[in-house]
């Protein structure tokens, strides 16, 4: 118990204990909770992933830490059909046990050490922090590389569409980030887990795109997830791509560490990443809740900001956030405070698309 107290005391509190009475309060709302607060798929798992699951269920062997060839091949051809991604080898893939647990394993398996340096973005999925703490390293939040100095840090994480504002960033942006992580030898880690979830007629673009990388992956790392684009977090399928020399150590330790992502959900993968079809019904589905829940809070006095990418509203009533959360929980909704992701989230809240269409509505009923 001393030593698990030990490992404890170095990571920040669980967020989302803090809302539990929140929680409480809107499942007292007459007609239940809506819960907003976080981004968990509701709707099906494609039939053709199901089926995909099945065909595959009789799997006596263990899998391999690197994944099946066709895995990886999948994972390659379509960050190439649907973001332009070039130049993409196996050895450049690696599938995961879910995008959270890699991207809170990563600094450990990098050999990240007390008092190395982790940059994450101004406003951000707690995991970054999480990974750092478990390692001892410092944190700096900042969207500004000019604000770290002379500062060098061992990596620098970027998420575009962004978690929780969804903002999305643009080439230009983009490709100065990795320029100047290039000069510097630091290791930029692109979240590109919500990169199909865009609202706007521009597409978001991945870290590995030519145009933003030159056709070269050497010091980039890109983080997918099927989670949300096919209704797979059950699953725990993910993925990461770039740096073969990167990807070689990350292999090397998971070997060791006997993390395998299951023979069936690697097939199931397969079936996910190679079929368009689902992925464009389930973004037209978040289309039309996100269209009506952003009309229904705008109403209600709310002010939209970002939001053109994820699965998110970044909503403020330019009040304390968790005033704000008080607000919509007596009103039985439940949302995240945007003071989770940081502190500049303070008088923010994040709205999750991520419920039924008549749990939708029933919110909306109560803003409106």
């Not at 130049?87 to 398996?109: F, M, N, Q, R, Y």
């Not at 951000?124 to 969207?143: K, N, Q």
């Not at 970027?158 to 980030?177: A, D, F, M």
């Not at 096919?230 to 070997?255: H, M, Q, T, W």
Request: proline share 8%; aromatic share 6%.
């Amino acid at each position: 118990m001393t030593v698990l107290g030990r490992v404890s005391g170095r990571l920040p509190d669980f967020p989302w204990d803090h809302l539990t009475p929140y929680g409480d309060q809107a499942r007292a709302h007459p007609d239940g909770i809506v819960d907003l607060s976080v981004g968990t798929p509701v709707d099906p798992t494609p039939e053709v992933v199901q089926r995909a699951l099945i065909a595959s269920a009789d799997s006596p062997g263990y899998p391999t830490t690197i994944g099946l060839p066709e895995t990886r091949q999948a994972c390659i051809d379509w960050l190439a059909r649907r973001f332009g991604v070039t130049g993409l080898g196996l050895d450049g893939v690696l599938p995961v046990i879910g995008s959270k647990e890699l991207i809170a394993s990563l600094p450990t398996h990098l050999g990240i050490g007390p008092g190395d340096l982790i940059v994450q973005p101004e406003l951000a999925y707690p995991t970054y922090e999480v990974s750092a703490a478990l390692v001892g390293a410092r944190v700096i939040a900042t969207d500004s590389l000019t604000a770290l100095g002379p500062e060098v840090p061992k990596i620098l994480w970027i998420n575009s569409p962004s978690n929780p504002t969804g903002k999305v960033l643009p080439v230009e942006h983009l490709r100065k980030v990795v320029d100047w992580c290039r000069e510097r030898g630091v290791l930029l880690i692109s979240d590109e887990c919500y990169l199909e979830l865009v609202w706007n007629d521009e597409p978001a673009v991945s870290v590995l795109h030519p145009d933003v990388c030159g056709g070269s992956t050497e010091g980039i790392l890109a983080v997918h997830s099927l989670s949300k684009r096919s209704n797979l977090a059950g699953y725990r399928c993910a993925f990461v791509a770039g740096d073969p020399a990167v990807i070689g150590e990350l292999l090397a330790v998971r070997k060791n560490l006997g993390l395998q992502l299951p023979g069936p959900q690697q097939v199931a993968m397969v079936a996910a990443l190679n079929d368009d079809a689902h992925v464009d019904e389930q973004h037209a589905r978040y289309a039309a809740r996100r269209t009506r829940l952003k009309a229904a809070l705008e109403a209600a006095g709310f002010r939209i900001d970002h939001s053109e990418g994820s699965l998110y509203l970044w909503s403020t009533r330019e009040e304390p956030c968790w005033d704000t959360v008080a607000w919509l929980a007596e009103r039985g909704i439940l949302v995240a405070p945007g003071s989770f992701y940081g502190p500049a989230g303070s008088q923010h809240v994040r709205v999750a698309l991520t419920a039924t269409d008549e749990r939708i509505d029933a919110a909306i009923t109560r803003l409106t």
